[in-house]
C-alpha cells in the first residue's frame, strides 16, 4: 500500500474534510451508572479527588485521583463481560485484537419509535427495512441504535427505574439472534446506559444484547451520545478501551470519523 493513503486521511482531519464527531459523555460523579436489584452487587460511581491543584500538595502541578467500576458512563463491553463469553482468550481489555478497535458504523434510527414509546423494542424488521434503504450491514461494522436517549440530562431520567423495572429502550431477543445469525457485525452500541433494553431481565434470554453479542466474541458500547450527527452508513469508530489486565469493559472515549 502507498503512504499516500494514511497521509491522505490525515490531511482530510486536519482540512476538516473529514470530521471528528465525540461520541462520548462526560464523566462526573453525577454521571448515571446501571442499576441491579437485590440480591446482585452493583458497580461503585464515578468519583474524582483532587490530589494537589498548584498548592501545599504540588505548587506546580494539578492531577486528580479517580474511581469508578469499569461500566461507567460512555464505556466499552469486553466479550468476557458476559458468563457466554468468557472462555474468549482474546475478549479481555488486554487481550482484544487492536484492529477490531477501528471499524465502521452504521446507525439505525429509532428516534422516533423511542420517543413514543419507552419500552420501544428494535426487532429483526427494523434490520430489514434498514437494508432496503442503505445496504447491507458490512462486515465488521459497528451496529448503532439511535434512540436520542442521551438527550435526557436529568440522571433520574435517563435510568427512567419504575415500580417493574427500567423503561428504556433497546433490542429484542429476536433482534440479537438475527444479527449474531446473519450479520459479521463488530458489536453493538447504544445510547442507554447498558447494551440491553431495560426490560431485557424479563427476556428469553435474559439480557439477549449481552448474551449472544459477548456469546459471539462481539463487543458493546453503552452511553453513547451524538448519534444524531452520523450518517446512517459511511462513519469509522474509533473505540480504544483501557488496556486493563482481564478487564470485562472500561470507560474509553468513543469518536467517529465522518465524511464533511
Ligand atoms: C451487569 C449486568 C447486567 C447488565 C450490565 C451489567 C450492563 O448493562 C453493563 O454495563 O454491561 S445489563
Ligand atoms: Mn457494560
Not at 436489584?37 to 502541578?61: E, K, L, Q, T
Not at 466479550?79 to 482484544?96: A, E, K, S
Not at 434490520?127 to 439511535?146: N, S, Y
Request: proline share 9%; glycine share 8%.
Amino acid at each position: 500500500m502507498s503512504t499516500d493513503l494514511l497521509m491522505q486521511v490525515a490531511a482530510a482531519i486536519a482540512g476538516g474534510q473529514i470530521k471528528v464527531i465525540d461520541l462520548t459523555q462526560t464523566l462526573r460523579p453525577s454521571t448515571p451508572v446501571f442499576v441491579l436489584p437485590p440480591p446482585f452487587a452493583n458497580s461503585d460511581p464515578f468519583s474524582i479527588s483532587v490530589i494537589s491543584h498548584y498548592d501545599d500538595r504540588g505548587p506546580a502541578w494539578y492531577w486528580n485521583n479517580l474511581s469508578m467500576g469499569e461500566h461507567t458512563g460512555t464505556h466499552f463491553d469486553a466479550p468476557v463481560h458476559w458468563v457466554t463469553g468468557q472462555h474468549n482468550p482474546d475478549g479481555y481489555t488486554d487481550t482484544i485484537p487492536v484492529r477490531r478497535m477501528i471499524a465502521p458504523a452504521v446507525v439505525i434510527d429509532c428516534s422516533k419509535e423511542a420517543a413514543a414509546d419507552e419500552k420501544f423494542l428494535l426487532e429483526p424488521s427494523h434490520f430489514q427495512v434498514w437494508e432496503t434503504k442503505h445496504g447491507r450491514i458490512p462486515d465488521g461494522a459497528w451496529v448503532l441504535m439511535r434512540t436520542d436517549w442521551s438527550k435526557r440530562r436529568d440522571p433520574a431520567s435517563f435510568l427512567n427505574m419504575k415500580e417493574d423495572g427500567p423503561h428504556v429502550p433497546g433490542p429484542s431477543a429476536a433482534a440479537m439472534h438475527w444479527l449474531v445469525d446473519n450479520r459479521n457485525v463488530n458489536g453493538w452500541g447504544v445510547e442507554a446506559v447498558g447494551t440491553d433494553a431495560g426490560q431485557a431481565f424479563t427476556f428469553e434470554p435474559q439480557f439477549p444484547a449481552h448474551n449472544l453479542m459477548h456469546g459471539s466474541n462481539r463487543f458493546g458500547l453503552a452511553s453513547l451520545c451524538n448519534l444524531d450527527q452520523l450518517p446512517p452508513t459511511g462513519s469509522v469508530l474509533i473505540t480504544t478501551p483501557l488496556k486493563i489486565e482481564k478487564g470485562s469493559g472500561s470507560p474509553l472515549r468513543v469518536l467517529a470519523l465522518v465524511p464533511a
